[in-house]
Each structure stands twice: as structure tokens, then as C-alpha cells.
């Protein structure tokens, strides 16, 4: 038995000895897949489209709240200054029509934004197949992803948004009358704009109103002359696209009256809000955002004298 022993493990010894040498860890990739997620609202497909992540100082932006009610806040969150903002699209397949609601920030803001084209690749579809691209307000993270240059980024889509927008950010007197430092952010839409513009692909609306059945255009004024959130409804079910309603749901969602400075007008945006918060946590229907951590996508529920955001549980098949 003792020879049968020392046998195997001199053998032993010999495979690990012909064993190759262990190699180094491959290199980090420090990057994410493209990102797009998947919902089914009765009838209709929904797929939440990445544009990618942006630093912001909210500290210096969010107006109406205390440095310590935020510091407090967004530490409860486990977050710090500056914080790292999702920016979201929706793609939405009625079976008909093929809409994209917000285009992104395109080259607007940054190397870390733009990623649209991507997920929507990613996510199976090309941008010949849209149809219909809806704007909630023509803030460049929302327009500038709209157009490549002088050429549509999306060839064969109409583009549409509510007609107080239009007004006001494809206006050079509108323009001319902005302190320089807000100067640019006209500049950014009528450049995505243009494009369509000149193609006869662009239809403003006016107010509420059903643009393609199953998705509604909602007025909700404020946060820029003619914002709009937009209703997807299929089957009795809903979702509701807030685009910028909120922006820090670490803060906004507990303490609903706080703004933010890129409101056009703060009183009528914290209206709106407080408004869409509560018919979403009575109601109990899914809400969605452009800010909201990707995929952005769950429901509201009363907490206390704010609310508190549901992420919807995911789903490997939608």
C-alpha cells in the first residue's frame, strides 16, 4: 500500500510539474455593454435606450433646498457631489409606428454621452426604422442627438415637439435677448433642429394631445416654455415619460418642491411635479425618466411628506 501511495504521488508531482505556468489577469475593460432595457406595456414594446452618464454638480443647481438638507439627502443614497446622471431615451414600438422620444445628447455634452446610436443598434433596431422622434423640450440632452453634422442622424423620421418650444428655442430674437452664457443652448437646437426643418420632417403640436395611438403628448410647461411628458397606453396599462420633471430622485422624490436653475420657470415646473407625483403614486401606473438612473423605469409610492421611487423588477424577457 505504501508503494502504491508514493507512486501517485510522484505522479501527482509530475502532472503539476507539466502544468503551464498561470498567466496574468487579462486588462480590466472598464467599459459597459450598450445599453438598452425592455418593457412590455400590453400590447406595445418599450425599450429604454442609454445615451450614457454625465458628472453634475447638483450642489451648485438644485435651487429651493438647503447645502445640508442635500448633503444629507444624497448621502442617504450613498451618493457624493458631483453625481453621475443617467441620460435616457425611449424607444416605443406600437406595432405601427416606431417612436423614439428624446434623441440624447449627441456630441453636446461631452465624451461620455452620445451612446444612443449605440444602444439602439444594440437593441436591435437601425435609425432608418424610426418614424416618429417626440421631444420633451429642446435642452440639448434631449436634441442633440437628433443630427450628424448637417445631415439628420435619424433619415426617414418626423420629428415633432410642442409648438411653445419651437417658438422659443428656434427663435434668434428669443436668442439675441439671453445672456451670452445661455446663448449656446439655442444655438444646439437649431442646429439639431435645422436638418429637419429644412426636410419638411418637422410638426409642432400644440399642448395635449394623441399623436400616434397608444401615445399621447401631455402638457407640462415649466421646466422649459412648452415641456411635455408623453402617455403610452396599451391594454389598460400605462407608462408615463416624465423627460425633466425630476432630476435627482435621491432628493426631488422625498422633498418634491425642490428646483433646479435650468427651469424656465421653477414655480410652474414644481407644480407640474407635484401634480405628476401624485396622480402616479394614486394611480399606480409606471413612470419613466430622462435622469432617472438607467433603465429609469418603476412607480411611486407615498412616503412620509414625499415619495418613494419603486425600480421596476427586471425581467430576462420582456
Given at each position: ?116 446610436q449605440a444602444s439602439l443598434r444594440a437593441a436591435g433596431y437601425t435609425p432608418e426604422q424610426v418614424d416618429e422622434i417626440y421631444i420633451t423640450h429642446m435642452h440639448g440632452d434631449h436634441v442633440g442627438g437628433l443630427s450628424a453634422g448637417d445631415k439628420p442622424a435619424f433619415p426617414n423620421a418626423v420629428v415633432r415637439a410642442d409648438k411653445r418650444d419651437a417658438e422659443f428655442w428656434l427663435s434668434k430674437e ?145
Amino acid at each position: 500500500m505504501k508503494t502504491l501511495t508514493n507512486t501517485l504521488t510522484a505522479l501527482a508531482l509530475g502532472i503539476a510539474l507539466l502544468a503551464p505556468a498561470a498567466q496574468a489577469a487579462g486588462p480590466m475593460q472598464k467599459t459597459q455593454a450598450p445599453g438598452f432595457h425592455r418593457v412590455m406595456l400590453g400590447d406595445i414594446e418599450v425599450t429604454v435606450l442609454n445615451d450614457g452618464t454625465v458628472n453634475l454638480p447638483m450642489s451648485q443647481l438644485l435651487t429651493n433646498i438647503t447645502a445640508e438638507k442635500y448633503q444629507a439627502d444624497i448621502k442617504r443614497s450613498f451618493l457624493s457631489d458631483p453625481i453621475e446622471t443617467s441620460v435616457n431615451a425611449f424607444l416605443i414600438n406600437t406595432g405601427a409606428k416606431l417612436v423614439l422620444i428624446d434623441s440624447g445628447a449627441g456630441g453636446l455634452f461631452g465624451p461620455t454621452l452620445g451612446k444612443l446610436q449605440a444602444s439602439l443598434r444594440a437593441a436591435g433596431y437601425t435609425p432608418e426604422q424610426v418614424d416618429e422622434i417626440y421631444i420633451t423640450h429642446m435642452h440639448g440632452d434631449h436634441v442633440g442627438g437628433l443630427s450628424a453634422g448637417d445631415k439628420p442622424a435619424f433619415p426617414n423620421a418626423v420629428v415633432r415637439a410642442d409648438k411653445r418650444d419651437a417658438e422659443f428655442w428656434l427663435s434668434k430674437e428669443q436668442m439675441e435677448k439671453a445672456p451670452e452664457a445661455a446663448r449656446g443652448g439655442f444655438r444646439g437646437a437649431m442646429a439639431m433642429l435645422n436638418p429637419y426643418l429644412a426636410a419638411g420632417r418637422f410638426k409642432a403640436f400644440d399642448g395635449s394631445t394623441e399623436l400616434v395611438p397608444g401615445v399621447s403628448a401631455v402638457a407640462s410647461h415649466g421646466h422649459t416654455p412648452g415641456h411635455t411628458t408623453y402617455l403610452i397606453e396599451s391594454k389598460g396599462q400605462k407608462l408615463m415619460l416624465w423627460g425633466d420633471l425630476m432630476h435627482v430622485a435621491a432628493v426631488q422624490f422625498a422633498t418634491p418642491p425642490v428646483t433646479i436653475q435650468f427651469d424656465s420657470d421653477s414655480a410652474a415646473a414644481a407644480q407640474q411635479r407635484a401634480k405628476a407625483y401624485a396622480e402616479a403614486a394614486a394611480q399606480g401606473y409606471l413612470v419613466g425618466a430622462a435622469h432617472l438612473s438607467f433603465p429609469g423605469v418603476g412607480r411611486l409610492r407615498s412616503e412620509g411628506s414625499g415619495y418613494a421611487f419603486v425600480p421596476l423588477n427586471y425581467r430576462a424577457a420582456p
